[in-house]
């Protein structure tokens, strides 16, 4: 892990509990527009139907779907749990971050981005699903973005070797299985799991890097945002340096990865409030990328989360690169093997 970044400590017994349920609507799931915070927008996603679950969940009468803690004890609580892995950077982690986080104070905005290298979420993804929806739960904002540009590229974090090209039309094809799984999770939790106890849940929107990215002149991005990024620190990341040490070697685009990661949170920040961007354990090092751009560009304290990788009973990622996805796709993989999955999980795992 990088110096920076903090293992945040669990709060003693006695933080802050849930306010207690009250009837409320639904978080809408809004359309990106211009602004510092996510706001009301064309686009919600009221109209959309729930796609049916591989099988019935039903909730005795006496049943109420649990809470995340109060937001002031979000941090502290699923860092004891073991979801959140890291806060970077660590002295405004520890000294900033919880006070925003408190009850009573506007919400705050985090966003994870999803590239479309595969037509359907799988179970890696679920962790930082997770994380979001703690987020939403506590009544901060979310943004789920799929990476319809940056999948062009192909992020180098943890590989030995580059990704096969993929052509525009086959990543939008994907784009669109990944938006379907990101809508259907955060409408089934919104209907199945939080609507029976009411209370506040934040806005989630979902939005594509291509929208942005798509449209942005080379020339105006290397003379902006290529001008504040420094290339030693991204030749020191550790991704990079594995794969320059490689005999395949690393491709421009490739190292460019990064940069357009990290734009993505500096657009975030400025058009929707972004202040907390979620990823994997082996996204540390593009998230630090992004937050030194978009503090050396705006001067504001920004964040950076990340969970643990969900692995295979032999420690192995789980992912399509493995070859060993289980899908979120009962047409990929059955419920039955999505079941046998977890069975097979040790019990300290399956309980964070």
């Known amino acids: 892990p990088h110096p920076a970044a903090h293992r945040l400590r669990a709060r003693p017994p006695g933080r802050a509990k849930a306010p207690p349920p009250s009837q409320h609507p639904l978080g809408e799931m809004a359309a990106p527009v211009a602004g510092r915070r996510c706001g009301r927008a064309a686009g919600l996603w009221d109209g959309l139907r729930r796609a049916p679950l591989p099988f019935p969940l039903r909730r005795r009468a006496h049943q109420q779907p649990r809470r995340s803690q109060g937001a002031g004890g979000l941090l502290a609580a699923q860092c004891e749990r073991g979801l959140f892995q890291e806060v970077f950077p660590a002295p405004s982690a520890e000294e900033q971050l919880p006070g925003l986080l408190e009850p009573g104070r506007p919400p705050l905005t985090a966003y994870c981005g999803f590239d479309p290298t595969a037509d359907s979420l799988h179970v890696g ?7 979001l929806l703690h987020f939403q739960r506590a009544g901060h904002n979310v943004i789920a973005m799929v ?33 379907a799984g990101l809508e259907r999770l955060f409408q089934n939790h919104r209907e199945l799991f939080w609507a029976a106890g ?32 420094r290339m030693g620190t991204l030749l020191s990341r550790e991704s990079c340096q594995a794969r320059l040490r490689s005999p395949e070697g690393m491709s421009l685009a490739e190292f460019l990865y990064p940069a ?29 990328t992004g937050y030194d751009l978009v503090t050396r560009m705006t001067g504001t304290d920004v964040f950076g989360i990340t969970v643990p990788l969900i692995t295979s009973t032999t420690g192995d990622k789980l992912g399509k690169t493995a070859g060993n996805a289980v899908w979120l796709n009962r047409d990929k993989t059955s419920p039955f093997e999505l079941y046998q999955f977890f069975v097979r999980q040790q019990d300290n795992v399956v309980k964070k």
């Open 125 to 131: 993804h679920l962790l930082v699903v997770m994380a």
């Open 147 to 179: 990476g319809g540009a940056t999948a062009l590229l192909g992020d180098p974090s943890g590989r030995e070797r580059a990704r096969e090209p993929q052509s525009a039309e086959r990543v939008r094809a994907q784009a669109r299985g990944l938006r």
């Open 198 to 229: 009411g209370g506040r849940l934040g806005q989630a929107a979902l939005l594509d890097n291509a929208s942005w990215l798509g449209r942005q002149p080379l020339l105006d991005f290397l003379g902006g945002a290529g001008g504040r990024l």
């Open 260 to 288: 357009l990661q990290a734009y993505d949170f500096l657009h975030l920040h400025l058009h929707h409030g972004c202040r907390i961007q979620v990823g994997g354990a082996d996204q540390m090092g593009n998230i630090m």
